[in-house]
């Protein structure tokens, strides 16, 4: 069984340029998840899907980030314009639906990563 | 919110056992989630409870008392190649996961 998959996997712009990042998800994975990782912390969710709707965008600063996933497949986030703090790794994840029909343990599927450095 | 502490860093040998603690407050809970990461590496699943209680696979068990909102990850035997970072993560409504701030863990020889 394929992973997720993401793309680039490296990424280097100057501030207050745009970037895009891209995500693929395991095959039949109704939940996508953006996370940001900035160095020495944990995976900070930035935005949910179930299919292609938006579940939480709670912590996704909406200024300047924005995501879509088109058709509840792939998804791209993209940031527009990038900050010196946005510096990270960006981490797709996808999960079977619903945490409720997987008997309670919905196992996150994390792809590789784009690690972001805003100069 | 959710607010979750562990401890950031443990050194251990090769052939120990080494306890990993976490602690969490939180306004939603389903259960405590378990990943590891290796350096440039994506976080992957190790073991998840939401019922107390300790969870065993293989080398590795986990342990939950909801009452105590505090949960472990035990590693036995431990090998070189378990040296990574570990992240407790409380898992909420709608399979939201908050993850704590990761244990780097060094195994050394």
């Known amino acids: 069984e394929a992973g997720v998959a993401q793309s680039p996997r490296y990424k280097i712009i100057e501030k207050r340029q745009s970037v895009a990042f891209w995500c693929n998800p395991i095959s039949g994975h109704a939940t996508l998840y953006w996370y940001q990782q900035i160095l020495g912390q944990g995976p900070k969710l930035l935005i949910q899907?179930?299919?292609?709707?938006?579940?939480?965008d709670s912590q996704l600063p909406k200024d300047r980030f924005s995501a879509e996933r088109l058709k509840g497949v792939d998804s791209t986030l993209k940031i527009q314009p990038a900050k010196l703090e946005d510096s990270a790794v960006y981490l797709c994840?996808?999960?079977?639906?619903?945490?409720?029909?997987?008997?309670?343990?919905?196992?996150?599927?994390f792809g590789p990563g784009t690690r972001l450095t805003v100069l | 919110g959710q607010s979750l502490e562990q401890p950031s860093e443990v050194t251990a040998v090769e052939g120990a056992i080494v306890q990993i603690n976490c602690t969490y407050q939180?306004?939603?809970?389903?259960?405590l989630s378990w990943y590891q990461q290796h350096d440039g590496g994506a976080p992957t699943f190790l073991s998840y409870n939401a019922l107390d209680g300790l969870e065993e696979t293989g080398r590795f068990s986990s342990f939950l008392s909801r009452s105590d909102s505090y949960g472990y990850l035990l590693l036995q035997e431990l090998q070189m190649k378990d040296s990574a970072s570990y992240f407790c993560?409380?898992?909420?409504?709608?399979?939201?996961?908050?993850f704590g701030t990761g244990t780097q863990l060094k195994v050394e020889l």
């Open positions: 899907f179930q299919n292609n709707g938006v579940v939480d």
């Open positions: 994840a996808s999960s079977l639906e619903g945490g409720e029909l997987a008997g309670g343990q919905n196992e996150q599927f």
């Open positions: 993560a409380v898992m909420g409504g709608g399979n939201k996961l908050t």
């Open positions: 939180t306004s939603g809970f389903y259960g």
